[in-house]
């Protein structure tokens, strides 16, 4: 178990007046068996309402209005969170068995699946990428309880591992090349991007493989932005597995929102009435404490 530190800062500026400004920021570490939230304190300047809410997927934040006329919205949230990766996650839906607007595969990612699993020895796609098999503990990995029953068939972990590494080795990290908007099969195409891509085509590699995955977003040890990885269901557990730095989530990782994709998980969206231009900044520190 480790005790996190964070601060979550985002702050938007517009280069004239807006007004009627809606927005939702999702900035509240998850509660689960593996996150506690120990201390939370939360400015949001100007705000005229301000609610806490969750959304279908367990997701809370702040949802507020900005009537008058401003032309900044300053967010922080600063706290401390215990994480301890042996705890129970959320339960299992079947919703992230499937392909989502973000993680549908073209027929890149489709070759690019069938070049893993010739190299895994799968005789064909439709074979999944074999059984489930009981591996030793790795250090620093979480530990999977044995193999049950109803679980057979399942792809193990180390080939989930091998499906990361390939993907670790074919895409390069290039902010600016690809948006929000960027479709996995858009950014496998491109050969680059950012960790939300990272993370839309390993959903995307993990769902043809049989294996249900989502999108995670949130913070990890360290000072820059929020970060975005993915989960996989196995041996009834969300394990966290970030493609782009090729690791399996650990303790120094904090998360904030889930779904099938980033337009289920992003940690903030809005809307206002105006003729400006925007800029944002986010800026996240993250470190240990005894």
Same mark, same amino acid.
């Given at each position: 178990?480790?005790?996190?530190?964070?601060?979550?800062?985002?702050?938007?500026?517009?280069?004239?007046?807006?007004?009627?400004?809606?927005?939702?920021?999702?900035?509240?570490?998850?509660?689960?068996?593996?996150?506690? &939230?120990?201390?939370?304190? /939360?400015?949001?300047?100007?705000?005229? @309402?301000? *609610? /806490?809410?969750?959304?279908?997927?367990?997701?809370?934040?702040?949802?507020?209005?900005?009537?008058?006329?401003?032309? &900044?919205?300053?967010?922080?949230?600063?706290?401390?969170?215990?994480? *301890?990766? $042996?705890?129970?996650?959320?339960?299992?839906?079947?919703?992230?068995?499937?392909?989502?607007?973000? @993680?549908?595969?073209?027929?890149?990612?489709? #070759?690019?699946?069938?070049?893993?699993?010739?190299?895994?020895?799968?005789?064909?796609?439709?074979?999944?990428?074999?059984?489930?098999?009981?591996?030793?503990?790795?250090?620093?990995?979480?530990?999977?309880?044995?193999?049950?029953?109803?679980?057979?068939?399942?792809? $193990? #972990?180390?080939? +989930?591992?091998?499906?990361?590494?390939? +993907?670790?080795? &074919?895409?390069?990290?290039?902010?600016?090349?690809?948006?929000?908007?960027?479709?996995?099969?858009?950014?496998?195409?491109?050969?680059?991007?950012?960790? #939300?891509?990272?993370?839309?085509?390993?959903?995307?590699?993990?769902?043809?493989?049989?294996?249900?995955?989502?999108?995670?977003?949130?913070?990890?040890?360290?000072?820059?932005?929020?970060?975005?990885?993915?989960?996989?269901?196995?041996?009834? #557990?969300?394990?966290?597995?970030?493609?782009?730095?090729?690791?399996?989530?650990?303790?120094?990782?904090?998360? +904030? @929102?889930?779904?099938?994709?980033?337009?289920?998980?992003?940690? *903030?969206?809005?809307?206002?009435?105006?003729?400006?231009?925007?800029?944002?900044?986010?800026?996240?520190?993250?470190?240990?404490?005894?």
């Amino acid at each position: 178990m480790k005790r996190l530190r964070f601060r979550y800062e985002l702050d938007l500026k517009w280069d004239q007046a807006v007004w009627d400004h809606h927005f939702l920021i999702r900035c509240l570490p998850v509660e689960n068996g593996c996150q506690h &939230r120990e201390a939370l304190d /939360v400015r949001i300047e100007p705000a005229e @309402t301000i *609610d /806490v809410v969750r959304d279908g997927f367990g997701n809370e934040g702040y949802a507020g209005a900005i009537r008058r006329p401003h032309d &900044r919205l300053f967010f922080e949230a600063k706290g401390v969170v215990q994480v *301890d990766r $042996s705890g129970e996650t959320e339960p299992f839906h079947p919703m992230y068995r499937f392909p989502s607007a973000y @993680t549908m595969p073209d027929e890149g990612i489709r #070759q690019f699946f069938g070049e893993i699993g010739k190299e895994l020895g799968m005789e064909s796609v439709s074979e999944g990428l074999g059984p489930v098999q009981e591996e030793p503990f790795v250090s620093g990995a979480p530990r999977l309880a044995p193999q049950r029953e109803h679980e057979k068939g399942r792809i $193990s #972990q180390s080939k +989930l591992e091998y499906v990361m590494n390939r +993907l670790y080795g &074919r895409f390069v990290y290039m902010p600016g090349a690809t948006t929000v908007k960027t479709t996995a099969a858009e950014a496998l195409s491109l050969g680059q991007g950012v960790c #939300q891509d990272y993370a839309h085509v390993f959903i995307s590699l993990c769902r043809l493989a049989g294996v249900p995955a989502r999108y995670a977003a949130g913070m990890m040890l360290g000072e820059g932005a929020s970060h975005a990885w993915a989960e996989v269901w196995l041996f009834d #557990q969300w394990l966290g597995m970030d493609p782009t730095n090729n690791r399996i989530v650990d303790e120094t990782y904090i998360k +904030l @929102t889930h779904g099938r994709d980033f337009g289920d998980g992003a940690i *903030d969206r809005g809307c206002f009435l105006g003729f400006a231009g925007q800029s944002q900044e986010i800026s996240v520190k993250v470190e240990e404490i005894l």
